[in-house]
């Protein structure tokens, strides 16, 4: 069983950059592909980007590609998302989850493990 927790998540304007955390529970953290998605209100929830158990393994959403940047560090249990140039259409929250195959999925249905989720709004 995984506990994810995001944090880091606020209202901020269009431009600005924001990094969100989520600290995972769990002794097998560094076994699982990790990732964000966002939902909007209205909207269903989309793939924001995801990593493999080594950086070496990322994808993102063509929306966010050269924007945001995710990370982990495993001696911490924990991914971050740095999330730069922020626009009024990135608003959303934000939710961290896992998944126990070695390989990034788009696909939210393909994780297993979800946060809560995190707030972010970005005014233009």
């Known amino acids: 069983q995984v506990q994810l927790v995001e944090s880091g998540g606020g209202l901020v304007q269009a431009g600005a950059s924001l990094r969100l955390s989520c600290a995972a529970s769990?002794?097998?953290?560094?076994?699982?592909?990790m990732a964000w998605f966002r939902q909007a209100p209205g909207k269903e929830r989309e793939f924001v980007s995801a990593v493999g158990w080594t950086l070496g393994r990322t994808a993102y959403a063509d929306s966010v590609k050269g924007r945001f940047t995710i990370s982990r560090d495993n001696a911490k249990n924990t991914v971050y998302l740095q999330m730069n140039s922020l626009k009024p259409e990135d608003t959303a929250v934000y939710y961290c989850a896992a998944r126990i195959v070695l390989v990034t999925s788009p696909d939210p249905r393909q994780y297993t493990f979800w946060g809560q989720g995190t707030q972010v709004t970005v005014s233009s």
């Open positions: 769990g002794r097998a953290f560094a076994s699982y592909t």
